[in-house]
């Protein structure tokens, strides 16, 4: 059994909070391979829609990705649930027969994870982040109740916490036969787990949820160290980028600007606030609010970044 402790429970409430909201959209429909396209020789990637997740659209709000190599394949991420990490499976076969050997998730949000149990039969290895694991134990029980009602008890009864079976400490390479992935732990940023996967072949880069495009960032670890992380990211030699949210490919590094300047705004107007004694519960009112026709799904995550913003930044 998975338990979460009280603060885990409160830390994470804002966050499954917004899940109920947001159009219904089906990518797929009832049945059918995830429509994946080719992006670049051997590199599949699927694009979510920009929703929070429900039942009408199975979750599939993020980018997946695989990589078939000479021996293998490897998928990037698994989906909002285990509907759409069949569907991914089935785009795979549609494209080649041999074994898929490694799932990375690039982080722990359900976004990204509850397709997991799809792979059972593959006798997949999970990846993940060092803190992945623990980040799924302490969380896990809440992701699966606080999404019931928003998913619905049909597409839910399916879906359970996997954990990772290989934690990447800081740099490693995975090989899929003469093709080999760079996976990369970042510190505290978008969460305190999040992975970054690399293919030397094609310099195709997953940039998991660092990379935001056109759907508003997220923010449920460090705003600051997120910000401080962006040169590091900036610096990768991608040919282009799939990030967590947006379009695919999007230009590299060039994704990065439009959430850099958000940021910026974000922490100004945090930080005169809080210059100013405007009180949390008022200053987040109007943070970032300059942004608001810069991006979708601005009035579903604007105020919980700013609440984060608040408390990080007022200790400074």
């Known amino acids: 059994m998975i338990r979460a402790n009280r603060r885990d429970f409160l830390k994470v409430a804002a966050f499954c909070s917004l899940c109920g909201t947001g ?8 049945a059918g391979a995830l429509p994946v396209k080719q992006i670049a020789d051997g590199v599949f990637a699927f694009a979510g829609v920009p929703a929070m997740m429900n039942g009408g659209n199975r979750g599939e709000i993020c980018n997946l990705g695989f990589v078939i190599g000479e021996d293998a394949v490897a998928v990037i991420d698994s989906g909002g649930s285990v509907a759409e990490g069949r569907a991914l499976i089935d785009a795979i076969r549609a494209r080649t027969d041999r074994p898929i050997r490694y799932l990375i998730n690039t ?15 593959e006798k997949v290895t999970i990846v993940g982040h060092r803190n992945l694991r623990r980040a799924l134990e302490s969380r896990g029980d809440y992701y699966l109740e606080s999404y019931r009602s928003s998913m619905g008890a049909e597409l839910m009864q399916d879906i359970r916490i996997v954990l990772p079976t290989r934690l990447v400490a800081a740099v490693e390479e995975l090989d899929v036969g003469k093709r080999k992935l760079t996976l990369q732990s970042w510190k505290p940023a978008h969460t305190d787990n999040d992975l970054t996967v690399f293919d030397q072949k094609t310099k195709v880069l997953f940039t998991g949820d660092l990379c935001f ?9 460090s705003l600051l160290g997120w910000v401080g992380q962006l040169d590091m990211l900036r610096a990768i030699e991608a040919s282009m980028a799939v990030p967590g949210h947006g379009p695919v490919p999007s230009p590299w590094p060039d994704a990065l600007e439009r959430q850099k300047r958000y940021f910026d705004v974000l922490i100004g107007d945090v930080r005169k606030a809080i210059r100013e004694g405007v009180p949390m519960m008022e200053a987040v009112k109007t943070a970032g609010e ?12 604007n105020q919980r970044n700013a609440t984060a913003a608040y408390a990080e930044l007022e200790w400074q």
């Open 290 to 301: 300059s942004e608001r026709g810069n991006w979708q799904l601005f009035d579903d995550y």
């Open 213 to 221: 495009a056109e759907h508003l960032p997220t923010l449920d670890g």
């Open 23 to 30: 159009a219904a959209y089906a990518k797929t429909g009832a």
């Open 107 to 121: 982080h722990m949000h359900p976004d990204h994870i509850f397709g997991n149990g799809a792979f059972d039969a």
